[in-house]
């Protein structure tokens, strides 16, 4: 047993610290100076669950793509508002609706999605031009996915 | 059997599901909201597609986006869990429009015990015992009043199309119930879409008493016994416990021999549940449910028998795999439901896990979703986690649910666990047998 009696620990900084380390969500903080010097940490719990893994599905390609993960928050994201599969033509054999470098306008048609046997035509909410189209034909698409950019 | 399976539910439930697919070597899908994308039912499955915004009826009820992601990834059948759109009698029938099995009741049955005035009249052809009451809806208030001094007061009005707790109210006289019936009319139908009103003799101090009941395609009707739930607060459930403590063995084998000739007469499939009020040596039938309950965990416990397994295979068309005979209940268990709660106000209460450490040992099983760091919502219901203790008597389990509520750690959020601390620890408990307002009146005391 320590004989607390013959050390006085300032507390004050250590308080100070940790209570930084919550408040900018640190995992650990130092400070030092001529005198004295601590330091304070907080255990993290390594979350130890796998990722689910997205496997491709008997009917086509993977329903989540890493790159439609980096523009979940991205204005310039046109997003499913449905699950379904993605149609870029509005029948087999015709030409596709867009095409990258296009111009399309508020209101104006981008692709189809197919839901329940009902054909959705999912129109644009934004006025711009087409710089990246994130689906492929066929593919299946799922609620809040990113569909396209227009910017 | 089924190659994949399609869970349409969130939480606890949804991992529990998980788990017996994963068991049968069942691909799984998980569905789930914007919300629960980090949720653990979706980071166990094979294989997720978000199906709407937070909004319950936006995603979890959002019927064609669940059929739609069957249609993307070729899940065969779907299992509905508790709540939801679990005893949606229309959801069911479209999978099967939809070439697509529900596991769980036929849409009729799911119909036929969702009218719960129904119910109670098939029940009462099949000589179950009901509560007495008007018979059927009330035409108006003269009518619910007429019956009422019939009966006797106090009554319970109750919503046909209620259930779960909901929908009803005690009124001790004319006056009460001419001021109660509008009012409870227009609740009803904002919440269940439907104004019916049924009014009931009221049980004074009973018992909630449950039996679980197993059908297949093969002619089988089993039961496997039942479970006592009286530990409610407003309706809701939150202590159970296998077997009923304080009911002769004799009064039980009428009971179970009721339900399971009643379940044949209805040519019923799948897992169901039959509720009981318990009074005075009687049993009354209040409602059935047709799906799988929360406290399924205790009676799998005591009888060994693993009940989301038997709903796949019995959807399957699969013979349960015992007989009557075989499923002898050893032990005793009880379920504390551990919910996200402000201890003092009963608010529920979302937030960040901060740490999570699990009870373990002899007798000691956790169903949860939650882990640390995780961000509980609060769109959904509050339910955390599920600690299910089994021990050799009743006594036992008690003292082990006890030592397990001083293990566990959820930090971060507020819990109702030193409320479930209180009740195991009060002598009342200890001695057994209270009733469904026990907990409500006591629980300044305990």
Request: charged share 25%; hydrophobic share 35%; glycine share 6%.
């Amino acid at each position: 047993m320590t004989d607390k009696s013959k050390k006085n620990i300032d507390t004050k900084p250590i308080k100070a610290l940790a209570k930084l380390l919550d408040e900018l969500s640190l995992t650990e903080i130092s400070y030092s100076d001529k005198e004295f010097s601590v330091s304070v940490s907080k255990s993290v719990n390594v979350n130890a669950l796998p990722q689910s893994n997205i496997s491709s599905s008997s009917k086509g390609p993977v329903v989540e793509d890493e790159s439609n993960n980096d523009y979940q928050n991205d204005p310039r994201a046109i997003k499913s508002p449905m699950v379904g599969t993605v149609y870029l033509q509005p029948e087999p054999g015709a030409n596709k609706f867009i095409n990258v470098g296009d111009d399309v306008k508020s209101g104006q048609t981008l692709l189809i999605i197919e839901a329940m046997k009902t054909m959705n035509p999912i129109e644009s909410s934004l006025q711009g031009k087409v710089t990246k189209i994130l689906v492929e034909n066929e593919q299946a698409v799922e609620f809040g996915q990113p569909l396209v950019l227009v910017e | 059997m089924f190659e994949k399976i399609l869970i349409a539910n969130r939480g606890e439930i949804a991992v529990r599901i998980n788990r017996a697919c994963q068991e049968l070597g069942i691909s799984t899908v998980a569905v789930h909201s914007e919300a629960d994308r980090d949720s653990m039912h979706v980071r166990i499955a094979d294989e997720s597609v978000c199906i709407g915004p937070s909004a319950v009826n936006k995603s979890y009820l959002n019927t064609h986006a669940i059929i739609s992601a069957c249609e993307i990834t070729g899940a065969q059948a779907v299992h509905p869990g508790y709540g939801f759109l679990s005893e949606n009698a229309s959801f069911a029938k479209m999978l099967e429009d939809h070439k697509l099995n529900f596991i769980g009741p036929k849409f009729q049955h799911i119909e036929m015990m969702g009218d719960k005035i129904q119910a109670k009249k098939i029940m009462n052809d099949f000589g179950v015992p009901v509560v007495p009451g008007s018979e059927g809806k009330i035409k108006d208030v003269e009518h619910a009043i007429r019956i009422s001094n019939e009966i006797g007061f106090p009554v319970l009005l109750k919503a046909s199309a209620g259930g779960g707790g909901r929908g009803m109210q005690i009124v001790k006289n004319d006056e009460e119930l001419r001021k109660v019936l509008p009012i409870l009319k227009q609740e009803a139908l904002s919440f269940f879409g439907n104004s019916d009103i049924y009014v009931e003799k009221f049980i004074d101090s009973p018992r909630h008493i449950e039996i679980q009941v197993m059908c297949d395609t093969h002619g089988n009707f089993l039961h496997l016994y039942e479970r006592d739930c009286s530990v409610q607060r407003r309706n809701q459930k939150v202590i159970e416990e296998a077997l009923a403590p304080d009911i002769s063995e004799d009064n039980k084998k009428k009971l179970y021999k009721i339900c399971t000739d009643a379940m044949s007469r209805m040519g019923y499939l799948g897992l169901g549940t039959l509720e009981f009020l318990y009074s005075d040596g009687n049993f009354y039938f209040m409602e059935m449910n047709t799906r799988i309950q929360v406290e399924h965990p205790i009676t799998e416990m005591i009888t060994r028998v693993d009940l989301v397994r038997e709903q796949i295979c019995i959807a399957h068309g699969e013979k349960i795999f015992t007989t009557q005979e075989n499923i002898k209940p050893l032990g005793h268990s009880i379920e504390c439901r551990i919910n996200a709660e402000n201890p003092e106000t009963f608010q529920p209460s979302a937030g960040q896990v901060q740490m999570y450490h699990a009870p373990a040992g002899n007798g000691i099983r956790l169903d949860t979703f939650i882990y640390s760091g995780y961000k509980v919502p609060h769109y959904y219901d509050n339910l955390l986690a599920k600690l299910i203790v089994t021990g050799r008597t009743r006594n036992h389990a008690i003292k082990r649910a006890l030592r397990a509520l001083n293990e566990i750690v959820i930090d971060g959020i507020q819990t109702n666990i030193d409320l479930h601390k209180k009740i195991l620890s009060s002598n009342d408990f200890k001695q057994g047998a209270v009733p469904i307002n026990w907990l409500e009146n006591k629980i300044d005391q305990i």
